[in-house]
Nanobody, 124 residues
């Protein structure tokens, strides 16, 4: 079973930047996809971004496209989420997730493994 540990959350002013990291306990196989989801207070969890580990294909929610960038470091078994031009509405707990079915994964499909989350707070 894959274990995921997030880090990098914190408090930032609107317009600022923050980078989240998620390290997997083992090396994700080429068939894996890893991604980020978020849940704001009183709202359902929503998809943010994902990357296919083998092909490197990336996917973004419309609300973050152009502001957030997902990337991976094979040597560190780590996926990053670089967040820029942050808005108060980006405030949420951000969760890292992965699935071994990355070759067929698209936004809207589920994930199999989840981290515990890291809180991002954007002040106005």
């Amino acid at each position: 079973q894959v274990q995921l540990v997030e880090s990098g959350g914190g408090l930032v002013q609107a317009g600022g930047s923050l980078r989240l990291s998620c390290t997997a306990s083992g090396r994700p196989g080429s068939s894996y996809a890893m991604g980020w989801f978020r849940q704001a207070p009183g709202k359902e969890r929503e998809f943010v971004a994902a990357i296919n580990w083998g092909a490197g294909n990336t996917y973004y929610a419309a609300s973050v496209k152009g502001r957030f960038t997902i990337s991976r470091d094979d040597a560190k078994n780590t996926v990053y989420l670089q967040m820029s031009s942050l808005k108060p509405e980006d405030t949420a707990v951000y969760y890292c997730a992965s699935t071994p079915y990355g070759s067929t994964w698209i936004p809207g499909f589920g994930m199999n493994y989840w981290g515990k989350g890291t809180l991002v707070t954007v002040s106005s």
